[in-house]
């Protein structure tokens, strides 16, 4: 069962009252043995115990995503 190791950052959901993005990592996500990821969670709610939308990228696509998010940040 997978467990999120830490909490690295918690931000401020933009257009919501009291929604959270939580960037994380979490261990053994697909199973025992399986490679740490790092996991981003959107809470509309930030008390609630599950977040309404999850990503969980391996560590080798880190850099790529991020330069992907960029463009997507320029044409918004």
Same mark, same amino acid.
Not at 1 to 29: A, C, F, R, W, Y
């Given at each position: ?13 933009? @257009? ?14 697909? @199973?025992? @043995? ?5 996991? #981003?969670? #959107? ?7 599950? =977040? ?5 990228? =391996?560590?080798?696509? #880190?850099?790529?995503? #991020? ?10």
């Amino acid at each position: 069962m997978s467990q999120l190791k830490k909490v690295i950052e918690t931000l401020h959901l933009d @257009g919501t009252e009291n929604g959270k993005i939580e960037i994380g990592i979490l261990n053994e996500p697909y @199973g025992e @043995g399986s490679d740490s990821v790092a996991s #981003i969670g #959107i809470f509309l709610n930030s008390d609630a115990a599950d =977040p309404n939308w999850k990503v969980h990228l =391996p560590k080798a696509n #880190i850099d790529a995503v #991020i330069a992907a998010l960029q463009k997507a940040k320029e044409e918004m």
